[in-house]
T-cell receptor, first 114, second 112 residues
């Protein structure tokens, strides 16, 4: 059974640009959630999508957005990039959602903002 | 103060020793408690999953939850160098808004 796939694995952007990250969940999983991981703040929840609807949202500014497609694949977009957005962005898939915590993570997309 | 507190370590132990990890939390609405292991440059991997209070054992791993003290623990018996990683606790619950909250992680180093 294929795991969670995130693309791209590494990317470098400059301040003010925007970026789109992609996540393909495990087959049959309808929940995809996104997280930002930094050395200072640790792992922080961004948002969760379930069957194409945003179900939960963390405390991040509106520059961070996402969507989910009918095949459960999800994208996350960050607009007007800031230096502080440099982080490892992880997505996780789940059958029933983050409320039970049984998540399967991808290897992440490492974003560097210059 | 963070909702979930976890000692960042590093925790260094000799091979074969018992590794003891713990987290404290402040939100009594948490019902589900997890431990994830994260190797360098990899995504977290679910190790243990516990609902409410009690103990759960899986091979060399034992998870304990004490809701009255708002304290959870993970024990790793017969530790191996391959257990060297960062261990993250996480918790969630319906009454906690269904948001998944992670501890900061404890870095563990098992020396051969």
């Amino acid at each position: 059974k294929a795991g969670v796939t995130q693309t791209p694995r590494y990317l470098i952007k400059t301040r003010g640009q925007q970026v789109t990250l992609s996540c393909s969940p495990i087959s049959g999983h309808r929940s995809v959630s996104w997280y930002q991981q930094t050395p200072g703040q640790g792992l922080q929840f961004l948002f969760e999508y379930f069957s194409e609807t945003q179900r939960n949202k963390g405390n991040f500014p509106g520059r961070f957005s996402g969507r989910q497609f009918s095949n459960s694949r999800s994208e996350m977009n960050v607009s007007t990039l800031e230096l502080g957005d440099s982080a490892l962005y992880l997505c996780a898939s789940s059958q029933s959602g983050i409320s039970t915590g049984e998540l399967f993570f991808g290897e992440g997309s490492r974003l560097t903002v210059l | 103060q963070k909702e979930v507190e976890q000692d960042p370590g590093p925790l260094s132990v000799p091979e074969g020793a018992i590794v003891s990890l713990n987290c404290t939390y402040s939100n009594s609405a948490f019902q589900y408690f997890m431990w994830y292991r994260q190797y360098s440059r990899k995504g977290p991997e679910l190790l243990m999953y516990t609902y409410s209070s009690g103990n759960k054992e899986d091979g060399r791993f034992t998870a304990q939850v004490d809701k009255s003290s708002k304290y959870i623990s993970l024990f790793i018996r017969d530790s191996q160098p391959s257990d060297s990683a960062t261990y993250l606790c996480a918790m969630t619950g319906t009454a906690a808004g269904n948001k998944l909250t992670f501890g900061g992680g404890t870095r563990v180093l098992v020396k051969p």
